[in-house]
């Protein structure tokens, strides 16, 4: 029998519980990362509206009609420079090049709108998502940032040049 396609599509508001799972199952991977919604993340309880009053989007993936994965991107303070986050996909449905196939689609889409440049931030300890992020040409930044949030999350800055 034929795997069902994925469907990659704009996320909705009620989408966000869906969303909100899939964080926190990344979260329990790793020690003392600690997910509090209402507190530090607060966009995932709207994420098409958070996304889109920022200027940007944010995506879903489906399959078989359950959602497994997500990626946003919103407009930063430079008119050329935009900001990835929320890439997290379900560990069911990982190594079979999602994160690629996602972030090559948010990179189109920037382009779209004259885009030339995509920073993020990511965890240390998100170790398989450096990975991703430099095997798609992002280049780690020499400085790291302290959140001072209740996971005490220390985070890598990537960029990257878009030709």
Same mark, same amino acid.
């Given at each position: 029998?034929?795997? *069902?396609?994925?469907?990659?599509?704009?996320?909705?508001d009620a989408? /966000?519980?869906?969303?909100? &799972?899939?964080?926190?199952?990344?979260?329990?991977?790793?020690?003392?990362?600690? !997910?509090?919604?209402?507190?530090?993340?607060?966009?995932?309880?709207? *994420? /098409?509206?958070?996304?889109?009053q920022?200027?940007? +989007?944010?995506?879903?993936?489906?399959?078989?009609?359950?959602?497994?994965?997500?990626?946003?991107?919103?407009?930063?303070?430079?008119a050329?420079?935009?900001?990835?986050?929320?890439?997290?996909?379900? /560990?069911?449905?990982?190594?079979?090049? !999602?994160?690629?196939?996602?972030?090559a689609?948010?990179?189109?889409?920037?382009? &779209?709108?004259?885009? &030339?440049?995509? +920073?993020?931030?990511?965890?240390?300890?998100?170790?398989?998502?450096?990975?991703?992020?430099?095997? !798609?040409?992002?280049?780690?930044?020499?400085?790291?940032?302290?959140?001072?949030?209740? /996971?005490?999350?220390? +985070?890598?800055?990537?960029?990257?040049? !878009?030709?």
């Open positions: 029998m034929d795997k *069902p396609a994925l469907t990659i599509r704009p996320a909705t989408d /966000s519980d869906a969303v909100i &799972e899939i964080v926190a199952e990344a979260y329990d991977q790793y020690e003392g990362c600690i !997910l509090l919604v209402e507190e530090e993340e607060s966009a995932l309880l709207t *994420p /098409s509206t958070a996304y889109r920022d200027g940007g +989007e944010f995506w879903v993936v489906e399959n078989a009609n359950k959602v497994v994965a997500s990626i946003g991107i919103t407009q930063m303070d430079q050329n420079v935009w900001y990835l986050s929320k890439l997290y996909v379900l /560990s069911t449905a990982r190594k079979a090049g !999602l994160g690629q196939r996602l972030c689609m948010v990179e189109d889409w920037v382009k &779209e709108r004259g885009g &030339e440049q995509i +920073e993020l931030h990511t965890d240390t300890r998100f170790v398989e998502a450096h990975r991703l992020y430099e095997r !798609l040409g992002y280049q780690r930044q020499a400085q790291t940032r302290i959140l001072n949030d209740a /996971s005490e999350t220390e +985070e890598f800055h990537y960029r990257k040049q !878009l030709s």
